[in-house]
């Protein structure tokens, strides 16, 4: 196993409280270079990919290997876009969803559905759907002053910061200080099965791609997945098609009272509530049940003054600092796949299956968080990244003072370094050198 792979999925399996010795079990195969980005984004797919595997064959008490094969993972991770409907290709971003330039930077906005498209152009002041005409309306304002409006609308809008910007800002500090995902144990239930017979059973209330990929994989492993949502405002089309294989899908008017009974006989039913609402939005419903599994996803987590705000994975990349990091001077990037998405969906899985296991073991209502903000920041600050300046030196030299590559043959014992630089061309004698003389100590070299 590749030694960054292998400390990523460490890092994640031991975040999620596993044993150790089972990461030996992961083989990781499959061509190589694919999801290339700036940051290590293909090792973040790896880990999050591999652990879900793990705790899936440490719940099942599976003897066998955890094969990690790369072109499944940077396939999967981008599965959205290779969905096809009758050969139709999805529709993934609205027109109104990109950036934007603003008077003093830049801006994403987020517009799939009706209701956030409806808020941007109301927090604009723009009465027609046109790319034109918002991107005139925004050109007139400061990035924060769009962002600022746009969510006070009801929309969802994030000006580009630095990673030095976000690492200032209040809520980046927020994260930075907070674990990857929080596992907590809620009450002391009994360690028995909820059910004592049948397929675990998953109610799902989540949206868009990471809690849905959740539960997809949930599903993939047996699970009797339910999907719920609100009449009013279904999942878009192609994002169902996409992340919905294996499960039911319902309505509910949670606000409806005989709808709400369904949902408490459904809850009482079940061992795992999977929610992707942003923190609080549900709590008035009271989903807690003794010995449910209870996982929630969120773009910023729980804390902060962006706690309770809406996002979404290509916001977030903005917010962090990943999409100027992927980019250049002259405009944002992104990540090669919604990678913050996909990665905290099987992370998310990998948290559910190891809560079972644990429950089963030793009871307790358990509760586990991620935040897409969460994962950028480990993205970013903690599995290990490709940095040239680590491979490179300077030596003085007659040319002057000199940054170069370190040579990339090691071994122990050997040269840490060449025995002398580069002097003026053509100035050498045409002579074997002295071999008892150490050219690095001539005065003329220093």
Known sequence: MDNTVRTGTELLWSALGGDPALVDRVAFTGPSGLLAARLPVMDLARATVAVAGLAAVERGGLPGKVRVDDGAVATAFVSERHLRVDGRAPVNFAPLSRFWKASDGWVRTHANYPHHRAALLSALGVREESVQ?????????????????????????????????????????????????????????????????????????????????????????????????????????????????????AALDLDRPSDRRVLDGLLDEADVLVTGYRPGALERFGLQRPGLVIARISAWGDHGPWGERRGFDSLVQVATGIAATEGSADEPGALPAQ????????????????????????????????ALAQTGHWLTHTLPRYEPARHLTETPSPLGLLRHALSPVSYDGGPTGWSRPPGVQGGDDPTWGDPTRDPRADPATA
Do not use: C, F, M
């Open 339 to 370: 990678a913050l998405d996909h990665g905290t969906g099987y992370l998310l899985a990998a948290a559910v299956l190891r809560s079972l296991t644990e429950r089963e073991r030793e009871g307790g209502t358990r509760l586990v968080r991620l």
């Open 133 to 249: 005409a918002v991107a005139a309306a925004i050109a007139e304002r400061k990035a924060v002053e769009t962002e600022t409006a746009v969510y006070a609308a009801g929309g969802l809008a994030v000006a580009l910061r630095t990673p030095e910007e976000w690492a200032a800002h209040e809520q980046g500090r927020e994260v930075a200080a907070r674990p990857l995902l929080a596992r907590e144990r809620l009450d002391d239930a009994a360690p028995a099965r909820r059910r004592r017979s049948g397929p675990l059973r998953v109610l799902d209330l989540t949206r868009v791609i990471a809690g849905p990929v959740a539960t997809r994989t949930l599903a993939l492993l047996g699970a009797d997945v339910l999907r719920i949502d609100p009449p009013g405002n279904p999942e878009l089309p192609d994002q169902h098609a996409d992340t919905d294989i294996g499960k039911r899908t």
